[in-house]
Every structure is written in structure tokens, then in C-alpha cells.
T-cell receptor
Framework: DAKTTQPTSMDCAEGRAANLPCNHSTISGNEYVYWYRQIHSQGPQYIIH???NNETNEMASLIITEDRKSSTLILPHATLRDTAVYYCIVRSRIYNQGGKLIFGQGTELSVKP | GAVVSQHPSWVICKSGTSVKIECRSL??????MFWYRQFPKQSLMLMAT?????????EQGVEKDKFLINHASLTLSTLTVTSAHPEDSSFYICSARETGANSPLHFGNGTRLTVT
């Protein structure tokens, strides 16, 4: 799976939008971009995923650049409970390649009052 | 939404004993489950891929005889840490994939293993 690059840490003020960037310049056409987050001492939580179009759900929005080499996860109104490590992962869309997720170091987001 | 239950949430055992961790998909069938390990302040490291009814596939550097994986049904996979040592103390997390090529993985809440 392609590697991703994320900033090690970010701060965000409560109530403001949190924009988390991810670089995946070697992504192939067969790979989706997935975002997960991990709150301390819990299992990762699925947030959103996309292939090439922008996606939105009740948790977040995902903006993928036209060349697919980078993406941004947007939490529109960050709360203190959004403090977590956020992982951007590319994953093969080909079923028989297993679908495993390989985690990088992620971005530690701190939402401050 | 899809729920993955992991049990126990924490366990303390003595060096040399074995510990079994269960991972269940509660409301979906999971032909494939994954086991991860996470040390403090580090990211998740994939240990093995577990397929229902067949042998698990281990990642490089993971001892298959030490970390026994059984995936006997479509809703249950188990990880047994055999002859545990203090260096096996870690946070073990399982995940399961719903049927469908692009279904997201869902994770359990992890098991904190402490070997004394």
C-alpha cells in the first residue's frame, strides 16, 4: 500500500474547523483514501473514505485533490471530544488483496477550549 | 453500525502462561479479521490476517507459534499469546471487514495485556 505523510501534531480551537492534511503522492488508481481516528486507549474509529470525489458524512468531509496525490479531512466544528490521533491510510480496492490497513504515525489533533 | 466486540478489555498474567483474546463481529459476518499490536506512543502494527476456515497469514517478524490465531466461524476470531513474557505486554486490537470489496474495517476496543 502507498505511504502517506501527515503532520505529527496540530492544534485547533474548539468550535472552529479542523483541517487535517495528508499527502499520498504515490497512490495508485486501485487505492482508496481512508481516515480513522484513535482516542486514547481505544480502538480506531472509522471516519470516512473516498476514491476521487469529495465525500461528506455526519462526522466529517473529505476533500481529495484532482490528481489524488493529497487529501484533507475536515471536521467542521471541532469539539474537545475530537482530540485524538487521526490516521490517513490508502487501501487497495481489490478485494482479493486482503483489504488490510497499514497505519502510519498519524496526526495528533488537540482541540483546545 | 457494524460493531466489533473484543474480550477481555484488559488482562494481567504471569510470565510463561498463555492468554486468549476473543474478537467477535456482533451484527455482521466477517470472513476476514485482522490483529494489530500497539506499544505506548506508537502506531498500530499489523500482526496477522485471519481468514475464516483457513490458516492465518502473519506479517514479517511475527512468530506464528507464539501468536496463535483461530478463525473458526464467520463471527469469531481468537488470538492466543502463548508462553507470554513481559515484552509481550501491549495493546492488542482486532478488526473485521464486512463483506464487500470497499467496506471499511471496524475495530474492537482493544485488550491491554500486562505480563508480570
Amino acid at each position: 500500500d502507498a505511504k502517506t505523510t501527515q503532520p505529527t501534531s496540530m492544534d485547533c480551537a474548539e468550535g472552529r474547523a479542523a483541517n487535517l492534511p495528508c499527502n499520498h503522492s504515490t497512490i495508485s488508481g486501485n487505492e482508496y483514501v481512508y481516515w480513522y481516528r484513535q482516542i486514547h486507549s481505544q480502538g480506531p474509529q472509522y471516519i470516512i473514505h473516498g476514491l476521487k470525489n469529495n465525500e461528506t458524512n455526519e462526522m466529517a468531509s473529505l476533500i481529495i485533490t484532482e490528481d489524488r496525490k493529497s487529501s484533507t479531512l475536515i471536521l467542521p466544528h471541532a469539539t474537545l471530544r475530537d482530540t485524538a490521533v487521526y490516521y490517513c491510510i490508502v487501501r487497495s480496492r481489490i478485494y482479493n488483496q486482503g483489504g488490510k490497513l497499514i497505519f502510519g504515525q498519524g496526526t495528533e489533533l488537540s482541540v483546545k477550549p | 453500525g457494524a460493531v466489533v466486540s473484543q474480550h477481555p478489555s484488559w488482562v494481567i498474567c504471569k510470565s510463561g502462561t498463555s492468554v486468549k483474546i476473543e474478537c467477535r463481529s456482533l451484527d455482521f459476518q466477517a470472513t476476514t479479521m485482522f490483529w494489530y499490536r500497539q506499544f505506548p506512543k506508537q502506531s498500530l502494527m499489523l500482526m496477522a490476517t485471519s481468514n475464516e476456515g483457513s490458516k492465518a497469514t502473519y506479517e514479517q517478524g511475527v512468530e506464528k507459534d507464539k501468536f496463535l490465531i483461530n478463525h473458526a466461524s464467520l463471527t469469531l476470531s481468537t488470538l492466543t499469546v502463548t508462553s507470554a513474557h513481559p515484552e509481550d505486554s501491549s495493546f492488542y486490537i482486532c478488526s473485521a471487514r464486512e463483506t464487500g470489496a470497499n467496506s471499511p474495517l471496524h475495530f474492537g476496543n482493544g485488550t491491554r495485556l500486562t505480563v508480570t
